[in-house]
């Protein structure tokens, strides 16, 4: 079978790659697991090279996901799945609204378009996001029924994706499935801009020696997942059975919900046990970057993933071990 | 000012558009009462004379919503307000799932985009439903905070375009409201496919001496709400502090949850009191239109439309007496 991937050259979009490759197999259309013999990682820009862990079945494309006869031509074998992560992300959506519309909405319905147009009901899996819940009715505690009011451009897009995929799975035109990200953990690389970025710098930065620079206070609470974890869970929903899912195909993805301050502790941790020297963390809260994260709901309720057994972290000193393995010793 | 209504030429546009020449003024985005010296009733089809009750202050004009063109062309005033209706219904929607997307979502885009392009921040009343709701995890009380799942293509897109109304709002692109509409009664005329009919046919046929053949069972309940109420609801809601609404700009409208037996006893108490022969109801439950019934909340909760002043209605009785003055008195 053959595996798109839209946004495919992100961060959880090689990951994704590598993992999928490494296992050979994905349960798909058939719905029995089938050898993947084509993979394409489909962005708005690609590397000149294959990233590492990604072998010769796997071919980068660069192009735009709201041009039809470009995702048509990715989406070309009735035994493909697809990977949906392509998206302007939240900062962008607020600078370029029409952008983050053509991309978001109409690169998604090209997507889901392409998808119909194959025979077998390929299955879809979207990537959506604790950004689709909030304003002034949300609760502190959000589960898979709480009302979405997004408060960004990108936060829209993202439940009218939601929505989508959930009538063209109703309509028998796909086999959606929706998958609402909590803040994913520890990414590699430097510091970005986005003001989830400081639940991965918290960790990143000390562990590779250097000042950390907090820009939230340390009872700031957000809910996170670690990379590991989060590739399993966008996997294990793709293969689970669609009726076990139910007419709403959206879950939020299982997570901790953590204080600043548990996440020192954690490192702390970790580090103490590994005689690893860690390099400051300096707080110096941020108004603008605490605002944004006091919008997104502390606690993300995911009884239905759980169910569906998507897995969870075990602790945050796993996913920095996990982090330790992964990039710091490989 | 201009006042534009999308889907003008149907049975809540027609009512509106008298309402509002009557009164002669409307608030738009001056923010104050504006004498209304131009009406443009938009449909897919018109009529080739003006309904009854409409002066030369009105234009009709045929055409596709999702025209840019053409939709431009009607919001072609800074002054102007939107009553947004046009929209191919729950039925239609699910024969034809691509029309449905491009007058409902395209269409809308469309008249966003156009009341966008005006300077002066229009405002835009979008025609939302309680068709938004659905699903296996519905609670049979909804309220303005309940989870929309719809299950039509008709609902999918009325959750997408009051999801647009809030973000083209908090952008500042336009003034935008959205009205979710329980089941609009007494619709004159004949009776059509339409599910929702029985809570029209129920009165109006034996009103007008003819036989009703009921396709649901006595203890069927909905959510309904009488034309005049609604039309007076519209209008509040236009016009309407911005502030006071908030930044969830859906509200359902108010309403009489009302079982069939209800609705029987208020009728037949009214013609007891007018003297009126009625004409029989004969009871003969279709299992297709019980279902779908079925899957609609029985108790739509309005609290923040009660608050901002909205009206409801007093009794069945009330609304039934409106029909009488309003279509078999006239």
Known sequence: MKVV????????GVVLARRLLQRGTLTGPSGAPEPIDSMVLFDAVVPDQRPPGLDDRVELVAGDVSDRDTVFGLVDRDD???????SVVSAGGELDFDLA?????????TVLEAARARAGTPRVLFLSSVATFGGSAMPSTVSDTTKQTPQTTYGMTKV???LMINDYTRKGFIDGRSARLPTIVIRPGRPNA?????ASGIFREPLGGEEYVLPVTSDTRVAILGIRSCVAGLIALHEADGAAIGDDRALNLPNISASVTDMIDAL???AAEDGRELGPITPRPDPTVQAIIGGWPIVLEADRALGLGLPRDESLDHIIREYIEDYLEA
Not at 101 to 109: F, I, K, Q
Request: hydrophobic share 45%; proline share 0%; net charge positive.
């Open 5 to 12: 991937i839209t946004g495919g050259c992100g961060f959880i």
């Open 80 to 86: 493909v799945s697809v990977f949906h992560f392509a």
């Open 101 to 109: 519309l053509r991309v978001n909405l109409d690169g998604g319905r």
């Open 160 to 162: 009218i994706g939601e």
């Open 194 to 198: 986005a003001a989830s970025g400081f």
């Open 268 to 270: 702390t941790r970790v």
